[in-house]
């Protein structure tokens, strides 16, 4: 059975830091793109970032570009997103994801497993 885990997520200060962890169980993902997304109430899932299998290539929203950093172990079947200088609006639900189709990462439809997400509050 496959299954993605978050954590991480907490209630932090602007300004402040978190770093969220995706434990996979089940398969290895190791040859996968892996992506965060997130979703605040009342609005659609968004692309976060995403990671190459070997880590090599990483990609961003254009509002998480440098504050952002998307890395994984693929020893530990683990990706990791730190955020640094949260901000209020980046208040919401986190949630890794594994693509295993499509050509573009930002594309909610491309990614197949999906954890339960991880609440992320940024208070101002």
């Known amino acids: 059975q496959v299954q993605l885990v978050e954590s991480g997520g907490g209630l932090v200060q602007a300004g402040g830091s978190l770093r969220l962890s995706c434990a996979a169980s089940?398969?290895?993902?190791?040859?996968?793109?892996m992506g965060w997304f997130r979703q605040a109430p009342g609005k659609e899932r968004e692309f976060v970032a995403a990671?190459?299998?070997?880590?090599?290539?990483?990609y961003y929203a254009d509002s998480e570009k440098g504050r952002f950093t998307i890395s994984r172990d693929n020893a530990k079947n683990t990706v990791y997103l730190q955020m640094n200088s949260l901000k209020p609006e980046d208040t919401a639900v986190y949630y890794c994801?594994?693509?295993?189709?499509?050509?573009?990462?930002?594309?909610?439809?491309?990614?197949?497993?999906w954890g339960q997400g991880t609440q992320v509050t940024v208070s101002s």
């Open positions: 994801a594994v693509r295993q189709r499509g050509t573009t990462v930002v594309a909610v439809s491309n990614y197949d497993y």
């Open positions: 089940g398969r290895s993902f190791s040859s996968y793109t």
């Open positions: 990671i190459s299998w070997s880590g090599g290539s990483t």
